[in-house]
């Protein structure tokens, strides 16, 4: 004898249902993966904007208070951040800014640095702000530490007269061997002859 058991309340899913559900997960994966994928790009943005913030508070601070400032970058520890001259043991010194934050490079690495359009070394830089002098032209080109050398870029840049520092986005990273960045300036030729350099 031959009986079918059937287990009432329980179906199958119709193909419309099928369609529906793989839509469902399709817009979601749209919608997920590249915020995903997006995420070290978004964090690396994020340091470059406080590298901005650290550099307008010592902007800030170099227009109303008259002590010496320096901006230092340590490549091993992978910081960038804000030093005065304190007295430590009768000894003055510098010593790191209780009052900016420094800024850790999780997710992002600096690329390169310049000061009045003269390069710092990739490892390790100091930028000091005196206060007899006009602060000099600071830009810090932050990108995505993936490992490779061309890839998306933030420029950060702290004019000399400016209060503030500013971000762009500079899309792909430069090439510092570029030959026509390693051009000399003849100051003679520019009638500059007698400028300091």
């Given at each position: ?8 309340g ?6 419309i ?13 749209g ?12 964090r690396?943005?994020q340091?470059?904007?406080s590298i ?6 010592v ?27 304190r ?11 209780l009052f ?29 702000i005196?206060?007899s002098?006009?602060?000099p ?5 932050v990108a995505?530490?993936?490992?490779e ?8 840049v ?16 430069e090439n ?22």
């Amino acid at each position: 004898m031959n009986v079918e058991r059937t287990i009432p309340g329980r179906r199958a899913f119709t193909l419309i249902e099928l369609i529906v559900v793989i839509i469902l997960m399709a817009v979601t994966a749209g919608i997920v993966l590249p915020r995903a994928f997006n995420g070290g790009s978004k964090r690396a943005e994020q340091t470059a904007k406080s590298i901005a913030s650290l550099l307008t508070a010592v902007a800030q601070r170099d227009a109303t208070a008259f002590e010496p400032m320096m901006v230092a970058y340590d490549g091993e520890d992978g910081t960038v951040e804000a030093q005065v001259i304190r007295e430590v043991k009768g000894e003055r010194r510098w010593s790191t800014d209780l009052f900016i934050d420094a800024v850790a490079l999780d997710s992002a690495v600096i690329r390169s640095a310049e000061v009045d359009g003269y390069p710092l070394d990739d490892k390790r830089w100091s930028i000091e702000i005196p206060v007899s002098t006009p602060r000099p032209l600071i830009e810090i080109v932050v990108a995505l530490d993936d490992g490779e050398r061309d890839g998306r870029a933030w420029r950060v840049v702290l004019e000399p007269g400016a209060s503030a520092a500013r971000v762009t986005d500079s899309g792909v990273v430069e090439n510092r061997d570029d030959p026509e960045r390693q051009k000399s300036v003849d100051l003679d030729a520019l009638g500059m002859g007698e400028s300091p350099w």
